[in-house]
């Protein structure tokens, strides 16, 4: 496994004057899958667009900074809130845009791999005006999982999933993740309460870490002290929605 | 086939209304020739009018074909940097600004009685909307997309050729449409200045000698060109959108 970075954003935003958050301070440690919570409209998504250099529009007064002292440039992979799949090509396609935007050789072995991992092997050569919702997220996914980046920024990657898939879908996301630094923005207190290294939630007043479960990640569905975590996040998160 | 049918029945109908208007009000056909006369003419007259349509065919597709490439390279260039943007672009809108029509004596005078002025006339009005097409296309690029390349750290060119260049296509065969209307025009328009061949010089010509029903011919020839043009531009729209746009 390639060695992993820790990241330190800290700072306040603004978009188009408008204040998002203020004095926000988020230290996401090496290697660890990290979940943000919030309530929506909070700023999450843009958190990731900042740490993605995608946050033009933002007036971010602050820094984010690595523990290597290098620059975050080329070391992100990101997954937005949409599937951003490009109609013209097919789901194989699709999960090698990235290699072949940087003109890298393309790896079709572990394409086909994971999109048959992620439950889409009928659907290798199909096209996304062809799929559900729900596979349309696992090719998004997939094309995430292909990157060799260390930091992966998801934004809901698993939020069209049913709750079976969804389940397997953390687990093998959590298995090919491994050792990379994640930020991992969810709705669901259960994702986080199973998944997550850390735990932030951002709310009105702020950001704050919510203490995880003692059990190992992938933490089991079923497991209680994660049902308890899962349960707490759930009452932080009710009535926040103002 | 559908189309076919009506087609063949409005075709039939505007034929029809045609010979009763000749027949009823008793038209000399100097004026309005009978579709029969017309019919006859086109027959008799067919190697003629072929090699005259022959000529305008070539003018056409060439125009076409050249408006085209020039349009999209155009495209791709404004696309690229804001510099060329800045400076292009007013040139883009002045070539609009002149009407084609005045050009095309110029062109006959630099350029001569043969093909090259028609076909210039007809790269020229093809070539600006072929290029604000594909260029607005271009420029409207999904911004999630331009993101997700960013991200992953795309070349420009790649970045152009697998992300730009396809999403802006179904902008591109809008204006391509655009074109296949304009190409028969500015072709025919170019040897009504000043030619020695092609369809529209042979209308003058008939026209000039009163040979009406001649000029029908070479319109209806023009006219069917013009229809198997748009057809075919049409069928590779429709193939190139649903090819990029399912
Ligand atoms: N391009 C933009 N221009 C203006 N305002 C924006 C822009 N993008 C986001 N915002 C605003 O910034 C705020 C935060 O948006 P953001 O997308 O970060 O929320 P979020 O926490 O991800 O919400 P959700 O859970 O619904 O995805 C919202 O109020 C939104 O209206
Ligand atoms: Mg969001």
Request: charged share 15%.
């Given at each position: 496994m390639t060695h992993s970075v820790g990241i330190h954003i800290k700072g306040s935003a603004s978009i188009a004057g408008k204040p998002l958050f203020d004095a926000l301070d988020m230290t996401l440690k090496a290697g660890q899958w990290s979940c943000l919570l919030g309530p929506s409209g909070i700023g999450k998504t843009t958190i990731l667009y900042l740490l993605a250099d995608l946050a033009d529009h933002v007036d971010f007064d602050g820094e984010i900074s690595?523990?290597?002292?290098?620059?975050?440039l080329e070391r992100v992979s990101y997954m937005a809130q949409t599937d951003l799949l490009m109609p013209w090509l097919s789901a194989l396609d699709n999960t090698l845009i990235g290699q072949r935007l940087r003109k890298e050789p393309t790896d079709h072995q572990k394409a086909q791999n994971l999109l048959t991992q992620l439950g889409l092997q009928d659907h290798i050569n199909s096209y996304p005006s062809a799929m559900s919702g729900g596979q349309r997220q696992r090719v998004a996914l997939a094309r995430t999982l292909m990157e060799e980046r260390e930091i992966v920024l998801l934004d809901e990657p698993f939020s069209a999933l049913d709750a079976g898939t969804r389940a397997d879908m953390q687990a093998l996301s959590a298995r090919w993740l491994k050792g990379k630094t994640v930020l991992h923005v969810t709705h669901d207190p259960a994702e986080a309460a199973r998944l997550g290294q850390q735990i932030f939630l951002l709310q009105e007043d702020g950001l704050q870490q919510i203490k995880i479960p003692e059990t190992?990640?992938?933490r089991a569905v079923d497991d209680p002290e994660t049902l308890t975590c899962q349960g707490h996040l759930l009452r932080l998160l009710c009535g926040s929605s103002a | 086939m559908m189309f076919l049918i009506r087609s063949l029945a409005a075709t039939s109908f505007i034929i029809l209304a045609w010979q009763a208007l000749v027949t009823l009000a008793d038209l000399p056909h100097f004026i309005l020739p009978s579709p029969l006369r017309v019919a006859t003419t086109l027959w008799e007259m067919k190697s003629l009018i072929a090699s005259h349509a022959m000529i305008t065919t070539i003018e056409i597709l060439l125009g076409l074909l050249i408006g085209t490439i020039l349009g999209v390279l155009t495209a791709i260039q404004l696309a690229q940097s804001k510099l060329t943007r800045y400076i292009i672009k007013p040139v883009l809108v002045l070539?609009?600004?002149l009407p084609v029509f005045a050009l095309a004596p110029l062109f006959t005078l630099?350029?001569?009685y043969g093909m090259e002025s028609k076909i210039l006339v007809a790269v020229l009005i093809i070539y600006f909307p072929v290029a604000s097409a594909f260029f607005d296309g271009l420029m409207q690029t999904p911004k999630g997309w331009l993101d997700l390349a960013k991200v992953m750290g795309a070349t420009p060119f790649q970045r152009l050729w697998r992300v730009q260049i396809p999403a802006a296509l179904p902008s591109f065969a809008s204006g391509l449409r655009l074109a296949a209307v304009y190409a028969p025009i500015g072709a025919v328009i170019g040897e009504w200045v000043g030619a020695s061949k092609g369809l529209g010089y042979l209308m003058l010509l008939a026209n000039g000698r009163a040979k009406i029903d001649l000029m029908f011919a070479a319109l209806l020839v023009l006219a069917v060109?013009?229809?198997?043009?748009?057809?075919?531009?049409?069928?590779?729209?429709?193939?190139?959108?649903?090819?990029?746009?399912?």
């Amino acid at each position: 496994m390639t060695h992993s970075v820790g990241i330190h954003i800290k700072g306040s935003a603004s978009i188009a004057g408008k204040p998002l958050f203020d004095a926000l301070d988020m230290t996401l440690k090496a290697g660890q899958w990290s979940c943000l919570l919030g309530p929506s409209g909070i700023g999450k998504t843009t958190i990731l667009y900042l740490l993605a250099d995608l946050a033009d529009h933002v007036d971010f007064d602050g820094e984010i900074s690595l523990d290597d002292g290098k620059p975050l440039l080329e070391r992100v992979s990101y997954m937005a809130q949409t599937d951003l799949l490009m109609p013209w090509l097919s789901a194989l396609d699709n999960t090698l845009i990235g290699q072949r935007l940087r003109k890298e050789p393309t790896d079709h072995q572990k394409a086909q791999n994971l999109l048959t991992q992620l439950g889409l092997q009928d659907h290798i050569n199909s096209y996304p005006s062809a799929m559900s919702g729900g596979q349309r997220q696992r090719v998004a996914l997939a094309r995430t999982l292909m990157e060799e980046r260390e930091i992966v920024l998801l934004d809901e990657p698993f939020s069209a999933l049913d709750a079976g898939t969804r389940a397997d879908m953390q687990a093998l996301s959590a298995r090919w993740l491994k050792g990379k630094t994640v930020l991992h923005v969810t709705h669901d207190p259960a994702e986080a309460a199973r998944l997550g290294q850390q735990i932030f939630l951002l709310q009105e007043d702020g950001l704050q870490q919510i203490k995880i479960p003692e059990t190992p990640v992938v933490r089991a569905v079923d497991d209680p002290e994660t049902l308890t975590c899962q349960g707490h996040l759930l009452r932080l998160l009710c009535g926040s929605s103002a | 086939m559908m189309f076919l049918i009506r087609s063949l029945a409005a075709t039939s109908f505007i034929i029809l209304a045609w010979q009763a208007l000749v027949t009823l009000a008793d038209l000399p056909h100097f004026i309005l020739p009978s579709p029969l006369r017309v019919a006859t003419t086109l027959w008799e007259m067919k190697s003629l009018i072929a090699s005259h349509a022959m000529i305008t065919t070539i003018e056409i597709l060439l125009g076409l074909l050249i408006g085209t490439i020039l349009g999209v390279l155009t495209a791709i260039q404004l696309a690229q940097s804001k510099l060329t943007r800045y400076i292009i672009k007013p040139v883009l809108v002045l070539t609009q600004a002149l009407p084609v029509f005045a050009l095309a004596p110029l062109f006959t005078l630099w350029l001569g009685y043969g093909m090259e002025s028609k076909i210039l006339v007809a790269v020229l009005i093809i070539y600006f909307p072929v290029a604000s097409a594909f260029f607005d296309g271009l420029m409207q690029t999904p911004k999630g997309w331009l993101d997700l390349a960013k991200v992953m750290g795309a070349t420009p060119f790649q970045r152009l050729w697998r992300v730009q260049i396809p999403a802006a296509l179904p902008s591109f065969a809008s204006g391509l449409r655009l074109a296949a209307v304009y190409a028969p025009i500015g072709a025919v328009i170019g040897e009504w200045v000043g030619a020695s061949k092609g369809l529209g010089y042979l209308m003058l010509l008939a026209n000039g000698r009163a040979k009406i029903d001649l000029m029908f011919a070479a319109l209806l020839v023009l006219a069917v060109l013009t229809l198997i043009l748009h057809y075919l531009v049409g069928k590779f729209c429709d193939w190139l959108v649903n090819k990029y746009q399912p």
